[in-house]
């Protein structure tokens, strides 16, 4: 246990030694953890989840949308085939989807994936939804200015819990692309 690197928590641990505040995909994948940084850098933090969305949740724990980043599932359509992709962008943006993100992944039409959809293929909890467990063959792709924040909160698979990232952990994530303009 330790003090968070931002914001207002009561206390911050090494998000492997608190399974309890992850959804299951995610603390399987930490605990299979093989990216460049050390697992120990992702840090969880516990919170209420009646605050689990953005602006509650920010002027709560105070955490500036600037440091606080969101994980929008994508669903990506060419023809009958559907491919499923994680944006991550700053709170203070919107994923481009119909631009950038349609185009990066080649399909004809790009919106979010309906929320049912997004739970039941995750295996997480909406407004929890993170980077971090998803399926290996979706891509993930995070804005660059996630990718250039020391540190950046992201959900962490549940509505209670937070997890508190150096913002190149999620560029090194399995599958992910950073792109310049992702959010807008």
């Not at 992850?22 to 994948?29: G, S, Y």
């Not at 120990?40 to 949308?65: K, R």
């Not at 939804?129 to 950046?152: K, R």
Request: charged letters at 15%; a negative charge.
């Amino acid at each position: 246990m330790s003090a968070a690197p931002i914001g207002n928590f009561e206390a911050a641990w090494p998000a492997v030694d608190r399974a309890d505040l992850l959804a299951a995909p995610v603390a399987q994948a930490l605990a299979a953890w093989t990216g460049a940084e050390p697992v120990t850098s992702v840090l969880v933090v516990d919170t209420d989840p009646d605050l689990a969305d953005t602006g509650n949740f920010g002027q709560a724990y105070a955490v500036a949308p600037e440091l606080s980043a969101n994980c929008v599932i994508v669903a990506a359509k060419r023809g009958q085939d559907v491919t499923y992709a994680a944006c991550l962008v700053l709170a203070s943006t919107r994923a481009d989807v119909n631009g950038l993100v349609r185009k990066h992944l080649g399909a004809r039409k790009a919106s979010f994936a309906p929320m049912d959809e997004a739970v039941a293929l995750t295996g997480m909890q909406y407004g929890g939804i993170t980077p971090i467990g998803l399926p290996e063959d979706w891509p993930v792709l995070v804005d660059a200015a996630v990718a250039d924040t020391p540190y950046v909160v992201i959900g962490s698979g549940n509505r209670r819990g937070k997890i508190l990232v150096p913002g190149k952990v999620l560029a090194g994530l399995p599958g992910a692309t950073v792109l310049e303009s992702l959010g807008v």
